[in-house]
């Protein structure tokens, strides 16, 4: 697998990228599912604490509509199956034909694009909350 990407509305938001060879653990062989969460926007996450939260707005609600998930799944019986015996040959997957990767340029610019208009805070660019020991391994 090479990476986890998050969509809304089919534009990407979030990409969670393979980076075993970097020893950063990836979820490939656990379950996995989707949490979604409101939080109350602690100054660590919203600028220094320039983006104020305007609590006249709460309360907070976060509803998902048409969720869907592309992939190959396993169910909690076939967890320690390889993927591949179910899912089909490594190299054969849906995600490595030559037109997605097309299609993943396109979402690469995308998600920039996102990121540049609506990213607030990106921990891996926080050295001030990880100047002691260093940013974590997956932001390099």
């Known amino acids: 697998m090479h990476a986890c ?25 656990q379950a996995m599912g989707i949490h979604g969460s409101l939080w109350n926007a ?10 104020k939260t305007n609590w006249s707005n709460a309360p907070f609600v976060a509803t998902f509509q048409s969720f869907e998930i592309d992939a190959c799944g396993l169910s ?4 320690d199956i390889d ?30 694009w996102v990121r540049d208009n609506f990213l607030i805070y990106d921990y891996c660019g926080d050295v001030a909350r990880f100047n002691s020991e ?6 390099h």
């Open 134 to 139: 260093g940013l974590p391994k997956e932001c």
């Open 42 to 51: 602690d100054d660590w996450a919203t600028q220094g604490g320039r983006v």
């Open 5 to 29: 990407r998050f969509l809304v509305d089919d534009i990407p938001i979030r990409e969670f990228t393979n980076k075993e060879r970097k020893r950063v653990p990836y979820p490939k062989t």
């Open 76 to 79: 909690a019986d076939e967890i």
């Open 83 to 112: 993927p591949t015996v179910k899912c089909g040959k490594s190299g054969q997957f849906w995600w490595d034909k030559p037109v997605v990767r097309e299609v993943n340029k396109q979402r690469r610019k995308q998600l920039k």
